[in-house]
């Protein structure tokens, strides 16, 4: 199995990426796993509506670049469903045994992720209603994708 994070900006803070890389370490026994970061779309702070949609399409391409036809993506997003631990491990347990082999997750930037982007996902993670930084989000994110292949594997790791 190929598991993929697409985040948008590069990941600067030492405790974040420590504990990424430490849940990506135990990952790698189970599934090959890579973040792959797009750039983000440098913009001032005032934005209008539709300079916000610009910076979100333009960021969007970028994902979208990064995205087979084969993948099955998961948008992170607060107002998608949200699921227990249990959920996702049988969600991505049922993914493998249906012949997919490639699960792509995709964070958004700093405004979230653009319409294009939604439309190719195959479904919408929520977290719950909370706002949390998208490069925090990537370190609980990979947490969470551990946690679900210990569950899978019925390790005591999941209590
Ligand atoms: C700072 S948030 C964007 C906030 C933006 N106002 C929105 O509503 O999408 C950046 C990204 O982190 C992820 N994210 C943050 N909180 C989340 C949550 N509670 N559930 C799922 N994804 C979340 C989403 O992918 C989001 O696009």
């Known amino acids: 199995m190929n598991i993929k ?15 990424i890389e430490e849940y990506a370490k135990r990952l790698s ?5 890579e973040i792959v970061e797009v750039p ?7 934005l209008s509506e539709a300079e916000m949609i610009q910076v979100k399409d333009k960021e969007g391409q970028r994902i979208l670049d990064k995205i087979k036809d084969r993948e099955y993506v998961f948008v992170l997003a607060i107002n998608g469903k949200e699921r227990s631990s249990e959920e996702l491990a049988a969600e991505i347990d049922q993914l ?8 792509t997750f995709v964070i958004g930037g700093s405004l979230g992720t653009a319409d ?8 919408a993670i929520s977290f719950g209603r909370f706002t949390l930084p998208h490069q ?10 551990y946690r ?10 999941h209590k």
């Open 5 to 19: 994070i697409i985040g948008v900006g590069r990941l600067k803070e030492k405790y974040l990426k420590q504990g």
């Open 29 to 33: 026994k189970f599934a090959k796993f």
């Open 40 to 46: 983000d779309e440098k913009a001032p702070e005032q």
């Open 96 to 103: 493998a045994t249906y012949g997919h082999s490639d699960i």
């Open 116 to 123: 294009a982007v939604n439309k190719r996902a195959n479904a």
């Open 136 to 145: 925090l989000m990537r370190l609980v994110l990979t947490e969470q994708v």
């Open 148 to 157: 679900a292949y210990m569950i899978n594997a019925g390790s005591p790791y």
